[in-house]
């Protein structure tokens, strides 16, 4: 018999136990094993799947679900990483495939027990302004993700809040669970900031600048921000014209690939990134405005010199949640993708597994090409 802990039994007037909050969850939650064999549920599973928990405990992943992503399964198997996946298809228990936003997450200081989450997302209409949805005539539309920033971010600044009232009154050696609190809600603000940004459909003026002077800007803020030396070896063309881009965006991107860079590279003996710029007329089209032909003849290249990117990601590093970083949230490349494609630019990777590099290449229009509006 297997002894399942009991969440629903709650004397009145009592603080709630952690174990009533996780049941208290709309969100499906299975706790797995090293073995990937399911130890516990809480109701909103059970009524998900349609099963009581005891139908439900000593079953493995594969036994129960039937992912359409084999990378999900991939991800479980690893142990130690966590994963965001929107949309996914799932066959549950022979069901016919449903669509479930898909979590899974390690749990803290037990190695290999893991958390499965799953949500059966529900469609967000737009609201607008008079009441009347995203078609209902004038009015500023609000999407979904602006919603749940602005419903997600306000409890948040009150949970950092209090946390940061109960760190005043706590001595010492109980002050790591406050700081831990804080430093979670900075973090899913942060990500929450990174889905907004994913989601803005406006693109930012571009304007003619100089690609070189990007470049050391973002060298700089990463040297200020990392105290991690990495050599940077810069290989400029310095006959290059402006280009039409926006600096700031540019910055980001440049920000982003180079923190990537260094992340990889840190582990080598002797860790290198070049950031190289070149002409590379007549070896990109590229559909611009209005369906017009669009050259794309400045080529920027970001290397570094770690072990590269894992094989079954390469294909998938510019999609949303896709990351080989065991803390990661998988936003970046594919915000760097995004703000590139707004520069009316795009963005490529490639391996040289013979001489140990990783390149990343950017090609970007000269300035006045873009027709502007």
């Known amino acids: 018999m297997i002894a399942l802990p009991d969440w629903r039994r709650q004397e009145p007037g009592q603080k709630p136990e952690p174990k009533r909050v996780v049941?208290?969850?709309?969100?499906?939650?299975?706790?797995?094993?090293?073995d990937l064999i399911v130890a516990a549920v809480n109701p909103a599973?059970?009524?998900?799947?349609?099963?009581?928990?005891?139908?439900?405990?000593?079953?493995?992943?594969?036994?129960?679900?039937?992912?359409?992503?084999?990378?999900?399964?991939?991800?479980?198997?690893?142990?130690?990483?966590?994963?965001?996946?929107?949309?996914?298809?799932?066959?549950i228990m022979g069901q016919p495939a449903r669509r479930f936003d898909v979590m899974t997450s390690p749990v803290t200081h037990c190695p290999g027990w893991q958390l499965l989450m799953l949500h059966e997302g529900v469609g967000v209409e737009a609201l607008s302004g008079d009441g009347r949805g995203a078609g209902g005539g004038e009015g500023v539309a609000l999407r979904a993700p602006e919603v749940l920033a602005h419903e997600i971010k306000n409890p948040l600044a009150g949970i950092k809040g209090a946390a940061q009232l109960l760190d005043r009154k706590l001595s010492e050696s109980d002050r790591a669970m406050t700081g831990l609190i804080t430093a979670e809600v900075d973090r899913i603000a942060k990500l929450i900031d990174q889905m907004q940004s994913l989601s803005r459909r406006s693109a930012e003026p571009a304007q003619p600048c100089n690609l070189h002077e990007a470049v050391r800007r973002a060298e700089a803020v990463l040297a200020a921000a990392s105290p991690e030396s990495v050599t940077i070896v810069e290989e400029f063309d310095p006959s290059l014209p402006?280009?039409?881009?926006?600096?700031?965006?540019?910055?980001?991107?440049?920000?982003?690939?180079?923190?990537?860079?260094?992340?990889?590279?840190?582990?080598?003996e002797e860790p290198r990134i070049i950031v190289r710029t070149r002409f590379a007329s007549g070896i990109q089209l590229h559909a611009?405005?209005?369906?017009?032909?669009?050259?794309?003849?400045?080529?920027?290249?970001?290397?570094?010199?770690?072990?590269?990117?894992?094989?079954t990601l390469r294909d998938h590093i510019f999609e949303p949640f896709v990351t080989a970083k065991k803390n990661g949230q998988g936003l970046g490349l594919a915000l760097v993708q995004k703000l590139v494609r707004e520069m009316n630019g795009r963005i490529t990777h490639?391996?040289?597994?013979?001489?140990?590099?990783?390149?990343?290449?950017?090609?970007?229009?000269?300035?006045?090409?873009?027709?502007?509006?």
């Open 23 to 34: 049941a208290s969850l709309p969100l499906a939650l299975l706790q797995l094993d090293p």
């Open 45 to 91: 599973a059970e009524q998900l799947m349609g099963q009581g928990a005891r139908r439900i405990v000593g079953k493995s992943v594969a036994e129960l679900f039937e992912f359409e992503e084999p990378l999900i399964l991939g991800r479980l198997a690893e142990g130690e990483a966590q994963l965001f996946a929107r949309g996914v298809g799932v066959r």
């Open 242 to 268: 402006p280009i039409m881009a926006n600096p700031d965006s540019l910055v980001q991107v440049l920000l982003n690939l180079l923190s990537n860079a260094r992340e990889a590279c840190l582990a080598n």
């Open 288 to 311: 611009g405005p209005g369906g017009r032909p669009l050259r794309l003849p400045i080529e920027l290249r970001v290397s570094d010199n770690g072990p590269g990117i894992d094989p």
């Open 350 to 373: 490639d391996r040289d597994e013979v001489g140990g590099w990783t390149h990343f290449r950017i090609h970007l229009p000269v300035a006045g090409s873009v027709p502007t509006e």
